[in-house]
């Protein structure tokens, strides 16, 4: 089969021909019909868990996925040839991923079944970047009238994200480039904000001397400084950082709770999110949708940025 690999951490990409995985005990072996891009797969290409967790050479890329069950192996009830499904398909040791025509799945792991309304590309563009937004949502403690800023609105988790918030009753700031601020208030965002012309936090504290109520923060890397988005916030808000760049100590001597997310997706939160897909309640923007061959080019560009929206492996 085809599949896109990483020969060792922070190698260029490759479309190589691997043996057909074989299904194990209490595994899916799934035919892959889309693969979702997020930042994390070239994060994790590149080493970003190599002292964390084990991997395997050549590292098959990508997690999101959707495709269809072909085989089952011994013991497996949940699931059966022919069902739809997706969800995360990065297992471990990390090395059996999405960015290929086969893999395989936990039947108790991160996967749930696709309604027939829902394409194989909108179920590909949804476990990391709308999982992640739901539960930094929930991990925000909005309620009805709150002001929310989401630093990196524009992006895959952003709009996922402003849905969610809209709906929970915030008035959400949102920052993108004037090209995308429609879409964006069309997703809920209140107001958006364009990070280019002036830092946001400047922008957001001259309109906000008050203090805001929340802040997810997308953007400021590993490692990276939260403290101007932190002086935003009044006492009692809450700042979720994706990128384990906040610090949840200094935080609580101002009374603001820290949160460091990493999304862990459930077959319940997936089914929920699938159906939310399927009834237009949740709407994902795909930019591109590109053959397997054309991955590692479009990785490659991925890394220099301007997402609006996301990007899809079709196999
Ligand atoms: N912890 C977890 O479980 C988890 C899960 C998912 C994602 N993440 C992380 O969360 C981050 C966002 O993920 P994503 O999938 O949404 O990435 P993405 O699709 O690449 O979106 C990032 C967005 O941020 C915008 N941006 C860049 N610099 C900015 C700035 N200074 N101010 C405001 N916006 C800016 C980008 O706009 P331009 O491209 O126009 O610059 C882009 O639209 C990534 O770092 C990812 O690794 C973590």
Same mark, same amino acid.
């Given at each position: ?8 951490? /922070? ?75 997706? +969800? ?8 059996? *991923? ?10 108790? /792991? ?41 630093? +990196?609105?524009? /992006?895959?988790? /952003? ?9 929970? *009753? ?87 709770? +820290? ?57």
């Amino acid at each position: 089969m085809k599949a896109v690999v990483v020969t060792d951490f /922070g190698t260029h990409p490759l479309l190589t021909d691997l043996p057909m995985p074989k299904p194990g005990p209490g595994e899916l072996l799934v035919r892959i019909h889309a693969a979702g891009v997020n930042p994390f797969d070239w994060k994790v290409a590149d080493g970003a868990l190599r002292d964390a967790v084990p991997h395997a050479f050549p590292l098959v890329m990508g997690s999101d996925g959707a495709g269809v069950v072909v085989e089952t192996g011994p013991g497996v009830t949940r699931f059966r040839p022919g069902d739809r499904v997706y +969800g995360q398909f990065m297992s471990l040791p990390q090395g059996h *991923g999405s960015y290929a025509e086969y893999t395989l799945a936990d039947q108790d /792991g991160k996967i749930a079944r696709i309604p027939e309304s829902v394409p194989f590309t909108l179920a590909a563009a949804l476990p990391t970047a709308s999982v992640t937004a739901y539960q930094a949502v929930e991990a925000a403690r909005l309620e009805e009238g709150h002001t929310f800023l989401i630093n +990196g609105a524009s /992006g895959g988790v /952003g709009q996922s994200a402003i849905q969610f918030a809209a709906r929970a *009753g915030a008035r959400v700031l949102a920052t993108g480039t004037p090209d995308l601020a429609d879409h964006l208030r069309d997703l809920g965002a209140h107001a958006v904000i364009d990070f280019t012309v002036a830092p946001t936090h400047e922008q957001v504290a001259a309109a906000h001397p008050e203090g805001i109520d929340a802040v997810l923060d997308l953007v400021t890397p590993t490692g990276g400084d939260t403290s101007p988005m932190a002086g935003l916030l009044r006492a009692g808000a809450t700042l979720v950082s994706t990128n384990f760049a906040t610090d949840p100590g200094a935080l609580a001597a101002r009374d603001i709770l +820290g949160v460091n997310l990493g999304n862990s997706p459930t077959a319940e939160t997936l089914s929920a999110l699938a159906e939310l897909a399927a009834s237009g309640e949740l709407r994902v923007r795909i930019d591109a949708e590109v053959p397997l061959h054309e991955a590692p080019a479009t990785i490659a560009k991925a890394r220099t940025g301007h997402s609006t929206g996301k990007t899809v492996i079709v196999p």
